[in-house]
């Protein structure tokens, strides 16, 4: 640790800060923030650029950043990239639905009804905590390695969050907004989306938000593991043919669909929020 | 390198015996390393898993090099990878292998990577390329292909066949749907019916005889498609430990030597059966071939223009960053030496570039 | 009704559909409504089991998968918690290195499965690098959050005690952050037991034991009852392990005391 060590330093003050300063100063101290932050990148790159310009390891270990870039231009505008990313999109796409759609139903029927929480949730709960990956191989003997097993694998890494948190969401619902629905006699629709869904919403997109995650890591796993598209796919190739340029290419494209999925997630969340407090 | 032709008569005899000299005599003065790693890109197959295939399984399972580093105390660390050739190339990149026993294509995309290997000695030739789809599969020849899911291992050696087996019939490998299949999980995925054609080795005349595939071409009828493999070393090791380097070598020939009788086919047929293949299938991968031929760990100048093809082809299809020049790769030094000490130089036949025997000397 | 009874009871019913999906299962396999190539009985999965267990050495292999769990997960915890406590402390380590830390977190972790298996081959020390990559996110957001929840009438307490800035680490922050700690490792022993599995089907090496060697070995022999075994003994242990964590948090936190 170095000088920096007043207690000031350690206590959580910029993002409450920020808003308390003239909308110029904001903008100064986020452009700031961001400049800070783009200092490691720098280096790294800088630091990758002479180590594999001064041959500190061998090319196929480390590939330069100007041959990467050659990669990703080339990959780019024979069309391969954007093919490949729109596959394993569609594939993420297929299975947020399908697996989201049967953790919604999941969840609600835990959350409302006791038997089949009773019947139902202990052996959720346990297979629940199976790692995803461990099913693949015998999915794989079930439907094979074709497009099935993808969505399939990927909509099992998404049931679960979106179960566990649509049954806690429901779960959370206050009993008596619930005794006054029941007054007015609500319908089942127009309990879940007057009452329900309000004071859920935020337990739900916690688990749309995990769904995202887990599809994202369980559809990397099983294009690495069988696939003939895909950015996994195009890692595969990669590794089989010993070039990692275009290994480091996909891993790129893969961290930045990370982060837009993440951007998207957040400004979502902003949405749902201000609906929420509107429909209150 | 000198070509022999252009030595010859007294001096030439007196230069060769001369060398014979050196290398006997260096022999002793070399220490050889007290580990020997050695990869081969072939998993064990079989209960219990084997490796018997080729003069490499030969000698594997006879322990011949083994037993001729006994009594130097030097201990041979075989690794077997289920990635098979790319998986090598990853484990020579990280030096953790001084020889390898690898296909083609594998060893010219490292190389061309920049793996700094040599090739010393033919492992491996004419290993037979098949394809195969369900028994009720609507696919009748190669040309059915297009459009269609077909799997295989991305990088191993018979990538190139399969684009040479794809151009004969008009097609490329984006006119097919290419699905990237470890060895061991080619069977699997063509019983599920998951992908609609394989292309594999002798590993899936099994399934048909279960009922299971259907045969839709072999390349019996034509030499250019089948795969081969190679003996390597890495540069370092080869510097390092030349005399090693030829004992390994030597250590093989036995086993080639074996192999070449064709008395011996039958017994070999038993032994590769035990990784798991019925004898029948194994016959019938290797009918009509010649024993004398598939056993040579001669990098004769026909070997090394396959591998040139397959280079250059590596090149063409961007499978390979770099087009490597094989003559400039390929060291014969240590295989020469090494059949000079067994006293088998003259026995395999030398081909020349079309394949034809080249008259003996 | 007692609690306790209530409980009982539900465990009782809980157990109602798994027993009548074996039985089911056996049924259809017994009676020939299945192809029982693909789906084998009950039966014949326990006797797969029992096999493994006696003859091919399965608790040697799981015992093998477990070390290798272990390694990658102490290593990546250990380094999570430094760089946590890093960011969480000093604001200026937080804006330098945070930017880069969230977006390297984007990357899938399968993604570095290539790079590492170029750089480290198919060796143990791959397969535990890249486990303790899949502890080391989860641990670092959580220490980071619970440092930066250390309130601020904390800081001047320790301050009026005059704790130096070691004491003030291990006395103070480490104990006020361990509730969101214990939360990451909780999170990061789930990661990396899946990072396991993941890196013996992804990093499979002919010398390498474990249990997903062992499923790979039965998908390449097509034994369905084998990978029903691994695939049973990888969930139990993921589910054993995840209880064993909770328990541990659950001991830990009450050990802390109600204090804070």
Redesign the interface.
């Given at each position: 640790?170095?000088a920096?060590?007043s207690?000031a330093?350690?206590?959580?003050?910029?993002a409450a800060a920020t808003p308390r300063t003239a909308p110029l100063a904001g903008v100064l101290v986020k452009t700031g923030?961001?400049l800070?932050?783009?200092?490691?990148?720098l280096l790294?790159l800088a630091l990758w650029q002479h180590a594999a310009s001064a041959h500190w390891l061998?090319?196929?270990?480390l590939p330069s950043p100007a041959l990467v870039y050659a990669s990703f231009i080339d990959l780019w505008q024979s069309g391969d990239l954007t093919s490949n990313l729109a596959i394993s999109l569609k594939r993420v796409g297929w299975s947020l639905l399908l697996g989201g759609g049967a953790g919604l139903v999941l969840g609600v029927l835990f959350g409302f009804s006791r038997r089949a929480r009773?019947?139902?949730?202990?052996?959720f709960e346990?297979?629940a905590?199976?790692?995803?990956?461990?099913?693949?191989?015998?999915l794989?003997?079930?439907?094979?390695?074709?497009e099935p097993?993808k969505v399939l694998a990927i909509s099992l890494a998404v049931i679960v969050p979106v179960t566990v948190q649509t049954t806690k969401g429901i779960a959370q619902v206050p009993r008596p907004l619930l005794d006054v629905a029941r007054v007015y006699r609500f319908s089942l629709a127009q309990t879940i989306t007057r009452v329900v869904l309000p004071s859920a919403l935020p337990t739900l997109f916690n688990g749309l938000r995990q769904a995202v995650m887990q599809a994202?890591?369980a559809?990397?796993?099983v294009e690495?593991?069988?696939?003939?598209?895909g950015v996994?796919?195009l890692?595969?190739?990669?590794?089989?043919?010993?070039?990692?340029d275009l290994?480091?290419v996909?891993?790129i494209l893969?961290?930045?669909?990370?982060?837009v999925?993440?951007r998207l997630l957040a400004v979502l969340e902003h949405r749902l929020q201000r609906w929420r407090r509107n429909a209150f | 390198m000198f070509s022999l032709k252009t030595l010859r008569g007294p001096l030439a005899r007196l230069a060769l015996a001369l060398t014979a000299f050196s290398v006997t005599v260096g022999a002793y003065a070399e220490t050889p390393p007290t580990v020997i790693r050695v990869g081969v890109a072939t998993p064990k197959t079989g209960n219990p898993p084997a490796f018997t295939v080729g003069p490499v399984g030969v000698a594997y399972t006879r322990g011949l090099i083994e037993e001729e580093f006994k009594k130097d105390n030097v201990k041979i660390d075989w690794v077997f990878f289920r990635g098979a050739g790319?998986a090598v190339?990853?484990a020579l990149?990280n030096k953790q292998l001084d020889f390898a026993f690898q296909g083609d294509l594998p060893s010219l995309?490292?190389k061309a990577?920049?793996?700094n290997t040599r090739l010393i000695a033919l492992a491996g030739t004419r290993q037979h390329v098949y394809l195969a789809v369900p028994p009720d599969s609507p696919i009748k020849s190669v040309k059915d292909l297009k459009g269609k899911?077909v799997g295989f291992?991305?990088?191993t050696n018979i990538q190139t066949p399969i684009n040479r087996i794809l151009a004969a019939n008009g097609l490329t490998e984006r006119d097919i749907?290419?699905?990237?299949?470890s060895v061991e999980?080619i069977a699997?995925?063509l019983t599920?019916?998951?992908?609609d054609a394989v292309f594999s080795w002798v590993q899936i005349l099994p399934l048909k005889d279960k009922g299971l595939a259907r045969i839709v071409f072999s390349d019996h009828e034509n030499a250019a498609y089948a795969c081969n493999s190679g003996v390597l070393v890495t540069d370092e090791f080869a510097r390092k430990y030349p005399q090693t380097t030829t004992r390994l070598l030597k250590a093989l020939l036995p086993a080639n030597r074996w192999l070449a009788d064709p008395a011996n086919t039958n017994a070999y047929i038993s032994l590769v059966a035990q990784m798991g293949f019925p004898e029948k299938t194994l016959h019938e991968d290797q009918d009509g071939e010649d024993a004398l031929l598939q056993s040579s760990p001669l990098l004769t100048d026909y070997a090394l223009s396959l591998y040139q093809g397959v280079a250059d082809d590596a090149f063409r299809l961007k499978?390979?960053?770099t087009r490597v020049d094989v003559k400039q790769w390929a060291d014969r030094s240590f295989l020469t030496a090494a059949l000079q000490q067994a006293q088998l130089t003259g026995f395999w036949p030398t081909l020349d570039n079309n394949g034809r025997k080249l008259a003996a000397k | 009704m007692s609690a306790s009874h209530s409980r009982r009871q539900?465990?009782w019913?809980?157990?109602?559909?798994?027993l009548l999906f074996v039985a089911l299962w056996q049924v259809a396999a017994s009676a020939g409504w299945v192809n029982t190539k693909?789906i084998v009985s009950p039966l014949a999965v326990l006797q797969a089991g029992w096999q493994e267990i006696t003859a091919n050495g399965f608790a040697h292999a799981l015992a093998a998968s477990l070390a290798r769990d272990l390694a990658g997960f102490v290593l990546g915890s250990l380094a999570g918690i430094a760089f946590g406590v890093?960011l969480?402390?000093?604001?200026?380590a937080d804006?330098?290195?945070?930017?880069?830390f969230h977006?390297?977190?984007?990357?899938?972790?399968?993604?570095?499965?290539?790079?590492i298996?170029?750089?480290l081959g198919y060796t143990d020390q791959a397969r535990v690098l890249f486990i303790a990559v899949a502890a080391f996110y989860p641990v670092v957001l959580s220490t980071h959050e619970g440092?930066?929840?250390?309130n601020?009438a904390q800081?001047?307490v320790?301050?009026v005690y005059g704790f130096s800035?070691w004491q003030r680490l291990v006395r103070l922050?480490l104990p006020a952050a361990s509730p969101q700690i214990l939360t990451g490792l909780n999170l990061a022993l789930?990661y990396a037991?899946?990072a396991t599995?993941?890196a013996e089907?992804?990093l499979p090496s002919f010398d390498a034991t474990g249990v997903g060697a062992t499923?790979?070995r039965?998908?390449a022999a097509?034994r369905?009852d084998v990978?029903?075994v691994?695939?049973l003994v990888?969930?139990?242990t993921?589910?054993a392990l995840?209880r064993l964590a909770q328990r541990l948090e659950d001991r830990l936190l009450i050990w802390r005391g109600p204090a804070h």
């Open positions: 640790m170095s920096d060590s207690t330093v350690i206590l959580p003050a910029p923030h961001v800070v932050g783009a200092i490691v990148p790294l061998p090319v196929q270990l009773a019947y139902l949730y202990p052996t346990v297979v905590q199976f790692p995803v990956i461990g099913w693949i191989p015998l794989i003997i079930f439907v094979g390695i074709g097993l994202w890591l559809l990397v796993f690495l593991l069988a696939a003939g598209e996994g796919y890692m595969v190739w990669g590794r089989q043919l010993l070039q990692l290994v480091v996909a891993m893969i961290g930045l669909v990370g982060v999925l993440d | 790319p190339n990853e990149t995309v490292g990577g920049g793996l899911r291992s991305i990088g749907r290419v699905v990237n299949l999980g699997p995925a599920s019916k998951s992908i499978l390979a960053r | 539900h465990d019913r809980g157990v109602v559909a798994p693909l890093l969480g402390l000093s604001r200026w804006r330098l290195l945070g930017p880069t977006t390297l977190r984007q990357i899938s972790l399968f993604a570095w499965i290539p790079l298996s170029i750089w440092i930066r929840s250390v601020k800081f001047e320790a301050q800035r922050v789930i037991w899946l599995i993941g089907f992804l499923v790979i039965g998908r097509f369905v990978i029903i691994g695939m990888i969930g139990l993921g589910y995840n």
